[in-house]
């Protein structure tokens, strides 16, 4: 599985978040990458549940600053 993104001007990182829960209170991922993509690596249970999961982006400027919105999507992922 593949998450990606649209560039976005101005931002040096992104800052992936993935959840079990649509108001991210808990997360399964929390990285940091410079890409517009990532592929996780689906070791964590939830992944395996076929449960809905949501994954949210923000870009990151230099300032360590977070200079987009983070974008919320959804899906139902990898039924064992």
Known sequence: MLLSWNPKLGVKQYKLQVSGRPDFSTSIENVMTDNT????????????????????????????????????????????
Do not use: E, F, I, M
């Open 37 to 80: 993509a990532y592929a996780p690596k689906l070791s964590n249970v939830a992944y395996l549940s076929g449960n809905q999961l949501y994954w949210r982006v923000a870009g990151v400027d230099r300032t360590a600053t977070s200079a987009t919105t983070p974008r919320l999507s959804r899906w139902a992922c990898c039924r064992g």
